[in-house]
């Protein structure tokens, strides 16, 4: 399997891209945000846009060396994960009430779960493509899988689930030195001459939880444009590594985006449906991208358009 990465694109490529990624990583924890602190909605932004510009410009570098076609499945790729994504920030927002995480905590706790999401994203995109090339009946897995998982998401209602209430957070409790009481500050603490895991660990544990679901559903819908892992894996990266920014920038406003689910799930159910119909009716790369964007633009247009009505407070 490692030669298949290898096949995508030569090891410079892969080494420049994975320095380029633990150097912005390294500025952004080390530099920029070495003391905690709540971002604001200005840095929020800035960060955003940096984020944004710099996958554009690794988009011009793959449309240059690698052509107009797999430039047009990395831009395809990046705005397919870039608005998947956003449904994990419905998810870090409910997740980081539930344990009470201060604004200033989150942003380090969102850092470690990007180190955590590069190796699964690696791991699942390696199994993903390893099985379309070995097995090609699993397009049709895939696919059914994607368009199931559109359909669950449109007809789900949303519930008022706790995370804290979640069977793995119990197993966590039971299973590992925890101090409920430890805080925010570290992922442990040392009370009465023991080491001790501290909320922080538990919520890390979660989000890394979250992506892993995400990833899922997410990696699929990409291998549905296109199945060089180069152009997956680093199109998945830089939506993760946006990720962040992008869930300070929106977390106050995240009601305000009510459609934004119902986007989605057609999204999912698109390109599920894509795949599983590529042998007989193969959807151009151009078209996906204008159908993805589309749908995405309309669902926030349309929450805009009609907000949700909040009754009085009592």
């Known amino acids: 399997m490692t ?4 096949a995508a694109a030569p090891w410079w490529a892969w080494a420049g891209f994975h320095a380029f990624v633990f150097l912005m990583l390294a500025l952004d924890l080390g530099v920029f945000n070495r003391k905690a602190h709540a971002p604001s909605v200005k840095e929020a ?4 846009t940096v ?3 710099l996958a554009m410009a690794f988009n011009l570098g793959v449309w240059r060396f690698m052509g107009g076609q797999k430039g ?3 831009l395809t790729g990046y705005v397919l994960e870039k608005s998947l ?7 870090f927002v409910l997740l980081f009430g539930s344990f009470r995480v201060e604004l200033r905590h989150q942003h380090r706790v969102l850092f470690w779960g990007v180190l955590g999401a590069l190796i699964m994203r690696a791991a699942m995109i390696l199994a993903g493509t390893a099985l379309l090339d070995r097995f090609h009946w699993m397009i049709y897995v895939f696919g059914g899988f994607l368009v199931f998982t559109g359909l669950k998401m449109l007809i789900k209602e949303e519930g008022d689930e706790d995370p804290a209430n979640n069977p793995l957070v119990k197993l966590f409790q039971r299973s590992v030195p925890y101090d409920p009481e430890g805080g925010h500050e570290h992922f442990f603490t040392v009370k009465d001459g023991k080491r001790l895991a501290t909320p922080m660990l538990l919520v890390l544990l979660c989000v890394e939880v979250s992506d892993l679901v995400f990833a899922v ?9 296109t199945r060089d892992p180069f152009i997956v894996y680093t199109s998945n990266i830089f939506a993760i590594l946006g990720l962040r920014s992008l869930y300070f920038l929106l977390a106050k406003m995240m009601d305000r985006f009510h459609h934004l689910k119902t986007g989605l799930a057609f999204i999912l159910v698109f390109v599920g449906v894509k795949m599983c119909i590529v042998e007989w009716i193969k959807i151009p790369i151009q078209y996906s991208l204008l159908i993805i964007g ?4 309309g669902s926030v247009v349309a929450s805009l358009a009609w907000p949700v009505e909040h009754g009085e407070e009592p």
């Open 85 to 91: 994504s956003v449904d994990n920030l419905f998810v």
């Open 3 to 6: 030669l298949a990465f290898l």
């Open 45 to 48: 932004a800035a960060w955003s």
């Open 294 to 297: 589309a749908v995405l633009a």
């Open 51 to 53: 984020w944004i510009v």
């Open 72 to 74: 047009l499945e990395f």
């Open 217 to 225: 559903d997410s990696i699929p819908a990409v291998l549905a444009i």
